[in-house]
């Protein structure tokens, strides 16, 4: 079993829509939780993070956290085309290296 | 300042030969990562460092490939009798040491490699 799970997609939406990106992890020590953002033929970048259980809002990104069932989430309200990127979720227990998920690749249609 | 570089940016080689793709990390960052993503697959860990010494070497596939870093810096991956399924973009990221603060990490632009 793979320390973190994430669907691969290619998740398609319209503009506008709200984008539900979904990752697990079989890990309790995981304390802190990040999505990346990949654009094509480039490296990742961090988007988000948050630490422990909760959620975090960053204008139109919502990330969350429920460590109950080892579930990471991240929203995107309003999507609109400059979001279409693969997005990777990523996790860290501290004074371990950062284990990623395998992304997931998303269109937003104009 | 100047972020993670590496190069070559594109290499096409021809099967069996050996590669060496470079990395520059972000001056200060003592921990190093090498990943490899194949067209249709995900974000593969191969290997990382910490300063010049790699406790984490699970990740990489076969005995072909190797990593060294010197100095602390500078990090070469090495890839001998390439094979055509070593083919994809080979990613290197570097950040602060690992602690509770170095959870993230600084990706290059990558090296595409194109074993023909």
């Known amino acids: 079993q793979k320390e973190v799970e994430q669907d691969p997609g290619p998740l398609s939406v319209p503009e506008g829509a709200i984008v539900s990106l979904n990752c697990t992890y079989s890990?309790?020590?995981?304390?802190?939780f990040m999505w990346y953002r990949q654009y094509s033929r480039k490296g990742p970048e961090l988007l988000m993070y948050?630490?422990?259980?909760g959620n975090k809002e960053d204008g139109r990104f919502t990330a969350q956290v429920d460590k109950s069932s080892k579930y990471i989430s991240l929203f995107i309200r309003d999507s609109q085309p400059s979001d279409s990127a693969t997005y990777l979720c990523?996790?860290?227990?501290?004074?371990?290296?950062?284990?990623f998920g395998t992304g997931t690749k998303l269109q937003v249609i104009p | 300042g100047a972020g993670v570089s590496q190069s070559p940016s594109n290499k096409v080689t021809e099967k069996g030969k050996d590669v060496e793709l470079r990395c520059d990390p972000i001056s200060g960052h003592t921990a190093l990562y090498w990943y490899r993503q194949s067209l249709g697959q995900g974000l593969e860990f191969l290997i990382y460092f910490q300063g010049n010494s790699a406790p984490d070497k699970s990740g990489l596939p076969s005995d072909r490939f190797s990593a060294e870093r010197t100095g602390g810096s500078v990090s070469t991956l090495t890839i001998q009798r390439t094979q055509q399924e070593d083919s994809a973009v080979y990613l290197c990221a570097s950040s602060l040491p690992l602690d509770r603060t170095s959870y993230e990490q600084y990706f290059g632009p990558g090296t595409r490699l194109t074993v023909t």
């Open positions: 948050t630490y422990s259980s």
């Open positions: 990523a996790t860290f227990g501290g004074y371990q290296k950062v284990t």
């Open positions: 890990n309790s020590a995981f304390q802190y």
